[in-house]
């Protein structure tokens, strides 16, 4: 399977919107989201993955998440971190 090349970007959206715009967005058929720990809405994110997974057929392993590494973390000793949190 590949990745789809139209994804839901997650940057600057606003706190408490941010949810029910992926929730809306993984019901509309979209398979990619985009976000990063430093966007600092991820777990809100988890909320709306979490809830779809629940009410809907759409199951984790289909959906494509992609996060980044940032630059502040590119120290080999901070990278497993980094991805952790993420």
Same mark, same amino acid.
């Given at each position: 399977e590949k990745i789809p $090349?139209?994804?839901?970007?997650t940057w600057k959206s606003e706190p408490g919107? %941010? #949810?029910a715009a992926v929730v809306e967005a993984l019901k *509309?058929?979209?398979?990619? !989201? +985009?976000? @990063? *720990?430093v966007y600092e809405? =991820?777990?809100e994110i988890g =909320? &709306?993955?979490q809830e779809v997974f629940e009410k809907t057929q759409l199951e984790r392993e289909e959906v494509? %998440?992609?996060? #980044? $590494?940032?630059?502040t973390d590119h120290a080999? +000793?901070? !990278? =497993? &971190? @980094?991805? #952790?949190k993420s």
């Open positions: $090349l139209i994804g839901l970007g919107k %941010v #949810k *509309s058929g979209y398979l990619h !989201v +985009d976000c @990063a *720990s809405n =991820e777990g =909320e &709306a993955f494509f %998440v992609t996060s #980044k $590494l940032w630059n080999p +000793d901070r !990278v =497993e &971190a @980094a991805l #952790k």
